[in-house]
Nanobody, 123 residues
Framework: QVQLVESGGGLVQAGGSLRLSCAAS????????MGWFRQAPGKEREFVAS????????VYLDSVKGRFTISRDNAKSTVYLQMNSLKPEDTAVYYC????????????????WGQGTQVTVSP
């Protein structure tokens, strides 16, 4: 079992930045690939970014490439999502997840989920 707790969400104006953190506890953090997903009101949950166990393979949703950066610190059992140049369409609940990378897409197949943190971007 892995427990995940997100933090760092909030309200920001368009063009601003936020940094999300996800602290993991339980089984060995470094044995999991990690990822971020988001769910906007009235929409399905969508993949945002994933990072392999060592951090060597990273994949992003096309619409966040060049604006978002995923990283991990295995010594701190924490994964981060740095979000820059935020847009109103980035407004969603952001979820951290742990699992394995899909061998075809390298996106995360999640086994464990955090509770989510709200990100709201005003125009």
């Amino acid at each position: 079992q892995v427990q995940l707790v997100e933090s760092g969400g909030g309200l920001v104006q368009a063009g601003g930045s936020l940094r999300l953190s996800c602290a993991a506890s339980g089984r060995t953090f470094s044995s999991y690939s990690m990822g971020w997903f988001r769910q906007a009101p009235g929409k399905e949950r969508e993949f945002v970014a994933s990072i392999s166990m060592s951090g060597g393979r990273i994949v992003y949703l096309d619409s966040v490439k060049g604006r978002f950066t995923i990283s991990r610190d295995n010594a701190k059992s924490t994964v981060y999502l740095q979000m820059n140049s935020l847009k109103p369409e980035d407004t969603a609940v952001y979820y951290c997840a742990a699992g394995t990378l899909n061998p075809g897409t390298y996106r995360l197949d999640a086994d464990y989920w955090g509770q989510g943190t709200q990100v709201t971007v005003s125009p």
